[in-house]
Nanobody
Framework: RVQLVESGGGSVQTGGSLRLSCTST???????MGWFRQAPGKEREGVAG???????TIADSVKGRFTISRDHATNTLYLQMDNLQPEDTAMYYC???????????????????????WGQGIQVTVSS
């Protein structure tokens, strides 16, 4: 059973930075991985995605402030969050999918329905 575990969340002031990490219990390489977030009373939204050749997709709401990356050797996913704003406050989730049809450099998604595996989530709180 694949498990994804997030770490690195916490509380920061406006303008601060945090780095989220996501490790997997699986040794296999996921065809696509991503970060999502969900604020109270809102739907879960895609923040950033990355494929096996490090092609990234970033949501407009965080473009220029958030960076997604992955360490293929350790199967670890990262989300560097800079210049955090109060509207970034949410539970952040790591997600992954495996599909033989995901063409690296072509396939990209921030649709939560396209992901097969999810972490439990980690809280990020930004105070003004």
């Amino acid at each position: 059973r694949v498990q994804l575990v997030e770490s690195g969340g916490g509380s920061v002031q406006t303008g601060g930075s945090l780095r989220l990490s996501c490790t997997s219990t699986s040794s296999s390489t996921f065809s696509y991985m991503g970060w999502f977030r969900q604020a109270p009373g809102k739907e879960r939204e895609g923040v950033a995605g990355i494929d096996t050749i490090d092609t990234t997709t970033i949501a407009d709401s965080v473009k220029g402030r958030f960076t997604i990356s992955r360490d293929h050797a350790t199967n670890t996913l990262y989300l560097q969050m800079d210049n955090l704003q109060p509207e970034d406050t949410a539970m952040y989730y790591c997600a992954a999918r495996n599909s033989d049809y995901d063409v690296p450099g072509v396939f990209r998604t921030l649709n939560r329905h396209n992901f097969h595996f999810w972490g439990q989530g980690i809280q990020v709180t930004v105070s003004s």
